[in-house]
């Protein structure tokens, strides 16, 4: 097989993730891959038993067969990998508290896609497992930057996490694979027919927003996976300037030098936000401001609040509809109104009868949320409280809590893992989980963890 032109960044992308080697990332970086893998484990354990992630996998069974050597997690199935990765990869997402601000649900996507494919790479060793997940991490945050960041990209409709998320993927199994350069450059050729999703499912609240990264991981191990067995792929999928990725999911936004820009210089991983609660990463600075002014605020002495946001998080998040999950979970109305009645926004805040309570409705009314000039992050939130007796207080978050550059502490992170995963594993399991991704990067054996993650 001929190599594609050296101007291609198919290949100078290809060259440079199948040559990352582990040892030489810096500490903090395989740390970062062992926080994040932990997180995405448990977010996809807790919501293997949701609606989304059962459907994929019934659908899955009767279209490919039910029977293989990658386990549906959280279950005693195993299943063909491909399979597995959709599957996971919807669970991961089904109970939004998975990682974000990635490419933008990295983990969903590149996790489950590494751990299928470790099925079929019976000498993947632990450094193989690290420097693939950085790979994968790294390579789908820079395609959204290089389609103009999430702001453009999303805005444009696109939801970047199967758009973007599907070459990260790719990469991270053709280097899990050890896959050559031209190999590993064809498999992000064959991504690119894979990139898919949109945001159409805010009108209703459907489904398919959980299924996105399920199907950028699965669609990114078939890449790879066709790649490997003679499947050719366009060389310039990313710069060809008719039907090429940027020219045609960018447009006047692309950015192509994001692509390859620095390579190595800032690991992307370190981008991903994690999540202390329970919905859109665009909400939080809203929860916590309201979190906060709560503490001499009762709920009854509140007339009105006002959350200003950026015009992202005014379209993504200003609805009041919460008939399902999708929908509370992505309103930053019924966000703020939980935390501040309940003093909460962990899962059990987004129940059905939580979200049936006339409480509930009642708070929606009195909350508005506007386009804030002077917010000029997707973020960020200003949070403006009427009281019924007194002056307006108002609070400014502008990095919350869980973002790479204001972190979860470790032990935080841990006991939101122990939380999610021990009622699915059982304590013993879920703390061998814990115990091998800690490990991973001082002689791990990585082989095992998918086995851990089943229920037999």
Not at 3 to 23: C, I, K, M
Not at 137 to 158: F, I, T
Not at 315 to 338: E, F, I, K
Not at 429 to 453: F, H, M, Q
Request: proline share 6%; hydrophobic share 50%; net charge neutral.
């Amino acid at each position: 097989m001929t190599d594609a032109p050296a101007q291609s960044p198919a290949v100078t992308l290809a060259r440079f993730y199948t040559a990352l080697r582990a040892e030489d990332l810096p500490e903090a970086t395989v740390h970062a891959v062992r926080r994040h893998l932990l997180d995405t484990l448990g977010a996809a354990l807790a919501g293997a038993a949701r609606p989304e992630p059962r459907a994929v996998l019934g659908a899955g069974a009767a279209l490919y067969g039910a029977d293989g050597r990658a386990p549906v997690w959280g279950s005693a199935r195993r299943v063909p990998p491909a399979l597995a990765a959709l599957v996971n990869g919807t669970a991961a997402h089904a109970l939004e508290l998975d990682d974000a601000s990635g490419c933008d649900h990295s983990g969903a996507v590149v996790v489950p896609a590494v751990l299928a494919a470790l099925a079929e790479a019976p000498q993947a060793t632990e450094a193989d497992l690290i420097a693939a997940i950085v790979a994968g991490y790294d390579l789908g945050r820079r395609v959204m930057e290089a389609a103009g960041g999430y702001d453009a990209h999303n805005g444009a409709g696109w939801h970047s996490t199967g758009t973007c998320g599907v070459f990260g993927a790719a990469m991270a199994v053709a280097r899990l694979w050890r896959l050559p350069v031209d190999i590993a450059a064809q498999a992000l050729g064959i991504a690119g027919s894979f990139a898919s999703g949109n945001w159409s499912f805010l009108q209703d609240g459907a489904m398919t927003k959980r299924l996105h990264p399920g199907h950028a991981a699965a669609s990114g191990l078939s890449a790879a996976a066709l790649a490997r067995h003679g499947m050719t792929g366009p060389a310039h999928v990313f710069d060809a300037p008719w039907g090429g990725f940027l020219a045609t999911y960018a447009r006047e936004a692309a950015q192509p030098e994001a692509l390859t820009r620095d390579l190595g210089g800032f690991w992307r991983i370190h981008r991903s936000s994690i999540k202390p609660y329970a919905s859109c990463r665009g909400t939080h600075a809203a929860v916590e401001a309201a979190l906060e002014l709560r503490r001499d605020l009762p709920a009854d002495g509140v007339a009105g609040i006002e959350v200003g946001v950026h015009p992202t998080i005014v379209r993504m998040c200003g609805g009041t509809s919460v008939a399902s999950l999708v929908d509370a979970q992505m309103s930053l109305p019924y966000a703020v109104a939980v935390a501040w009645l309940h003093g909460d926004a962990s899962l059990p805040s987004f129940a059905d009868s939580v979200r049936a309570s006339p409480d509930v409705a009642d708070w929606l009314a009195r909350i508005r949320v506007v386009h804030d000039p002077a917010v000029d992050s997707n973020i960020a939130a200003r949070l403006t409280v009427a009281p019924r007796q007194g002056a307006p207080r108002t609070l400014r978050i502008d990095i919350p809590a869980g973002s790479w550059d204001r972190p979860l502490p470790d032990g935080a992170l841990i006991g939101k893992y122990r939380g999610l995963a021990t009622p699915v594993l059982g304590a013993a399991r879920a703390a061998d989980v814990e115990a091998l991704v800690l490990a991973l990067g001082r002689g791990a054996d990585c082989a095992t963890l998918p086995a851990l993650l089943t229920t037999t």
